[in-house]
């Protein structure tokens, strides 16, 4: 069992920037790609990053490349994503999710899952 716990959410104007958090703690001994997900209110859930166990392979959705990145520190059991040029919409709640499967582009792949920070971008 590994249990996921985000933070750094919180409201931001448009062109600003947040760097999210999310720790992971439990069964950490696992190699695990991770990922970040958002949900807008009365959407579904998207992919917006993933990285892989050594972090030297990333996946981000259309819509967040070149204005996101997401990292790892494997030492600290954390990944963070980091939000910048933020727009409208991207408010969300963005969730992080915790996979052994090699196929870490994939939200239906994901094993573990954090109960979100909500992102608020105001225009």
């Known amino acids: 069992q590994v249990r996921l716990e985000e933070s750094g959410g919180g409201l931001v104007q448009a062109g600003g920037s947040l760097r999210l958090s999310c720790v992971a703690s439990g069964r950490t001994s696992s190699r695990y790609a991770m990922g970040w997900f958002r949900q807008a209110p009365g959407k579904e859930r998207d992919v917006v990053a993933s990285?892989?166990?050594?972090?030297?392979?990333?996946y981000y959705a259309d819509p967040v490349k070149g204005r996101f990145t997401i990292s790892r520190d494997n030492a600290k059991n954390t990944v963070y994503l980091q939000m910048s040029s933020l727009k409208p919409e991207d408010t969300a709640v963005y969730s992080c999710?915790?996979?052994?499967?090699?196929?870490?582009?994939?939200?239906?792949?994901?094993?573990?899952w954090g109960q979100g920070t909500q992102v608020t971008v105001s225009s």
């Open positions: 990285i892989n166990w050594s972090g030297d392979f990333r």
């Open positions: 999710a915790a996979t052994t499967s090699r196929f870490y582009w994939r939200e239906n792949e994901y094993e573990y």
